[in-house]
């Protein structure tokens, strides 16, 4: 926003009343002012509305950033519901979770937190379902498929989702509780950035070896790809690029303050080695087996139909187990911590007061609502924030709340059209893995922020901040190293129900993530009112 500096050279008014109500009308106009676009260089904030088109395009990158990640998910865990490589309900899988994902996103933006934050698929709950899948039935590699007839087949993988979908069910009226009775609104109120810093962190940093496995399937792809994101986003971000010339001159996309390059670098980086990777398939130069290669998952869009529209109870009605629903409650714990620091990072990286207490309560009964919906629908994991998203945010300085609803739009209509939304599967691992790369470091980065907030000449704050993140990578992998001799492999038809339950808590890697956050009592408990002060909160 320009301001009007001829003001200043006007001349002085004859009376003192005339000049308190001009500088009473200066001042309130600056109010008024969002103080968004000024402190963090917002192009959209919260509450502005792009065009139609922009809004598109904006929500079509979000759509892409988290397409890959959500539909890896259900891909996954249908390979240990024993499903056939050629079986339909892989697609249908993927189907349900897109639906799934756009309406629970719909519903946050609108009723819930009001803020753009991109609801999906957790891989907290990922090791859960394959530990469930794993301890309380028998490996697939164990079950004589191939003298299965085809009923026989589709009730194994039948019985194996129903559970899967109870577990989910069953944990999420626990998490619809705590935000229908304002419980984890009280909780907020020892929340403080000193608290939230150490969770945000160690999200990022706790992704770096997934992210490094993914690079390392091929590095020359992965580079090209967050190159470009970074060249585009802070190099290049002022160029407007001409999309048509005349007599008249060029027509650029630097309309209403924007700018492709500096507004769509994820989607323009994404496409661009995409492509160059279906050229090097198409022309052989890749070799055979290499996982930048576009045509591995070709059959999957082969046998994914045109239209599907997913249903609560397609796949059954959920069945409960003691044994699923324990080992899933870890995972919705440090679902619903990981939700209220993403909550605070979005806020922040979009120019808006941080959430109130009612907001985080609506938030986190919404994404309740989401798991249960989860659980009848058969999506085979439970729905969190994206946090990935969030760097998008702050990487193109978009953060209008009307473009995450298009994406979530685009999700429902793409999990509609099976095809459309089955394409997306051949975006080869080593772009997505630059793509989360960037993600993952913004979010990193995020959640170190607000340690701005926080008196860091205090021995005691450097000591919670310190053994805090420190503590959170030590702990997990000190753990993980003690369980393997302490679970003895026991047939499952000889297993107890008690013997069920802590074989599938000590198998369940992920969900130490829960044990990351156990420092943070720390701050819990070691906290002044004055740090309580610094969320907003009263």
Known sequence: MVVDTTMAEAQCPESCEAEEEESAELMAESKAAPPSRSNTDLIYSVEDVPPWYLSLLFGFQHYLTMASGTISIPILVASFLCL??????????????????????????????????????????????????????????????ANMTQE?????????????????????????????????GLLTRWITPLAIVPTVTLVGISLFDVCGDMVASHWGVSIMTLTLIIMFSYYLSNIAVPLTSGR????????????????????????????????????????????????????????????????????????????????????????????IADYHACARISGAPSPPISAINRGVFMEGLGCLLAGLLGTGSGTTSCSQNIGVISITKVASRRVVQTSAIILIVSGLIGKFGAALVTIPEPVM??????????????????????????????????????????????????????????????????????????????????VKHTPLVLAFTCISSSEVMHWGIR
């Open 84 to 145: 056939e490589e050629d079986d339909p309900a892989r697609g249908a899988l993927v189907c349900t979770v897109l639906v799934h994902s756009g309406i629970v996103t719909l519903v946050q933006t609108t009723f819930g937190v009001r803020l753009p934050v991109v609801q999906g698929t957790d891989f907290a709950y990922i090791v859960p379902v394959i530990t469930l899948l794993t301890t309380v039935h028998r490996p697939c590699a164990a079950l004589p498929l």
């Open 152 to 184: 026989e087949r589709q009730e194994e993988w039948l019985v194996r989702i129903r559970d899967v979908q109870g577990a989910i069910a069953t944990v999420s009226v626990f998490q619809i509780s705590l935000g229908f009775t304002g419980l984890v």
């Open 248 to 339: 008249r001159g060029c027509l650029s996309l630097a309309t209403a303050g924007t700018k492709m390059l500096k507004c769509f670098p994820v989607l323009l980086a994404l496409f661009l080695t995409w492509g160059l990777c279906g050229i090097l398939t198409a022309y052989d130069v890749l070799p055979p087996g290499s996982a930048a290669r576009t045509d591995t998952t070709r059959d999957l869009l082969q046998r994914t139909p045109w239209f599907y529209v997913p249903y609560p109870g397609q796949w059954g009605w959920p069945t409960v187990t003691a044994a699923g629903a324990v080992s899933m409650l870890g995972a919705c714990v440090a679902s619903i911590m990981e939700s």
């Open 433 to 514: 893995a630059g793509v989360l790369v960037v993600m993952f470091a913004m979010i990193t980065s995020i959640g170190l922020s607000p340690l701005q907030q926080v008196d860091l000449s205090s021995s005691r704050n450097l000591f919670i901040l310190g053994f805090s993140i420190f503590f959170g990578l030590l702990l997990p992998k000190v753990v993980m190293d003690a369980l393997p001799p302490c679970v003895p492999d026991l047939p499952a038809d000889a297993e107890t129900p008690t013997a069920s339950i802590t074989k599938s808590e000590l198998n369940t890697p992920r969900k130490l993530t829960s």
